[in-house]
T-cell receptor, first 115, second 110 residues
Framework: DTEVTQTPKHLVMGMTNKKSLKCEQH?????MYWYKQKAKKPPELMFV???????INESVPSRFSPECPNSSLLNLHLHALQPEDSALYLC??????????????FGQGTRLTVV | GQQLNQSPQSMFIQEGEDVSMNCTSS?????WLWYKQDPGEGPVLLIA?????ELTSNGRLTAQFGITRKDSFLNISASIPSDVGIYFC??????????FGTGTSLTVIP
């Protein structure tokens, strides 16, 4: 099973709304990631969690707030977003942190539209 | 983030033809990965490469991890219509971060 599940699949929110994106995996992976992807562009790394601790924040604005409640779940809390934040948000997981090789498995993404 | 340059940017080929695309980076990576992404979906892993010089196949797909650890290529043989999509390379660094190439859009003409 290499499944990463993201909910919701689509989300429309106003600039004053607060919403959350959710991601779940049951592969026992200890690293989880959020990526942002604009149309016709590659995914861009936003955050990395390793063993439920935030290890990488790629200079993401504070209106995006990640949370890792346990080893299977990853959330992305959204507040006061701008229309240019509209994008496909992808969650991924990989086996572990450290020097060993690993692969990242991706969810289907949440298509976010900010109006 | 780290920059991975992928070429070509797009390809239009006849069904049955072979396809080749490559990815280069200024940084060394521990792992090279190739993904395919359909519109509105997440990337799906096609092939993973773990050692410099490694050549790996998955059906009609063949990929190689460059000796310098800064490049990789993907070949698709005998293309079929369902090969249509965007192909991304990705490199994994020592911090287990994955960075993506700029993508190759493949169109297969029946």
């Amino acid at each position: 099973d290499t499944e990463v599940t993201q909910t919701p699949k689509h989300l429309v929110m106003g600039m004053t709304n607060k919403k959350s994106l959710k991601c779940e995996q049951h592969m026992g992976h200890r690293a989880m990631y959020w990526y942002k992807q604009k149309a016709k562009k590659p995914p861009e790394l936003m955050f990395v969690y390793s063993y439920e601790k935030l290890s990488i924040n790629e200079s993401v604005p504070s209106r995006f707030s990640p949370e890792c409640p346990n080893s299977s779940l990853l959330n992305l809390h959204l507040h006061a977003l701008q229309p240019e934040d509209s994008a496909l948000y992808l969650c991924a997981s990989s086996h572990r942190q450290g020097p060993m090789n690993t692969e990242a498995f991706f969810g289907q993404g949440t298509r976010l539209t900010v109006v | 983030g780290q920059q991975l340059n992928q070429s070509p940017q797009s390809m239009f080929i006849q069904e049955g033809e072979d396809v080749s695309m490559n990815c280069t980076s200024s940084s060394i990576f521990n792992t090279w990965l190739w993904y395919k992404q359909d519109p509105g979906e997440g990337p799906v892993l096609l092939i993973a490469l773990y050692k410099a010089g490694e050549l790996t196949s998955n059906g009609r797909l063949t990929a190689q991890f460059g000796i310098t650890r800064k490049d990789s290529f993907l070949n698709i043989s005998a293309s079929i219509p369902s090969d249509v999509g965007i192909y991304f390379c990705a490199g994994e660094n020592t911090g287990n971060q994955f960075y993506f190439g700029t993508g190759t859009s493949l169109t297969v003409i029946p």
